[in-house]
């Protein structure tokens, strides 16, 4: 059975940090990318961060220099370091992992910055 499971998520002071993780059971951890999308409150959800299975990183403008996206294959687990947290990160956290045609999808960790 496949299962992504988000933890780290809570609420945090506008600039504090936080670190996500994304642990995967189930799959060939190393062959997926996995992603990192949000949904803010009444928005729709966005792409956020993403780490390909060879370790190359890509980020929205939003979180470039904020947030860093990390990958342990033998943990199976993926990170998102959260940096200089900002109301505006408001959102509900999905990691999903994706080969090929195969997307699997977590349940997703609430993240909440107060002002």
């Known amino acids: 059975q496949v299962q992504l499971v988000e933890s780290g998520g809570g609420l945090v002071q506008a600039g504090g940090s936080l670190r996500l993780s994304c642990a995967a059971s189930?799959?060939?951890?190393?062959?997926?990318?996995v992603n990192w999308y949000r949904q803010p409150p009444e928005k729709q959800r966005e792409l956020v961060a993403t780490?390909?299975?060879?370790?190359?990183?890509k980020y929205v403008d939003a979180v470039k220099g904020r947030f860093t996206i990390s990958r342990d294959n033998v943990e199976n687990t993926v990170y998102l370091s959260m940096n200089s947290l900002k109301p505006e990160d408001t959102a509900v956290y999905y990691c999903s992992a994706s080969w090929l045609t195969i997307d699997h999808w977590g349940q997703g960790t609430q993240v909440t910055v107060s002002s």
């Open positions: 780490i390909t299975s060879d370790g190359s990183t």
């Open positions: 189930g799959i060939r951890f190393s062959r997926y990318a």
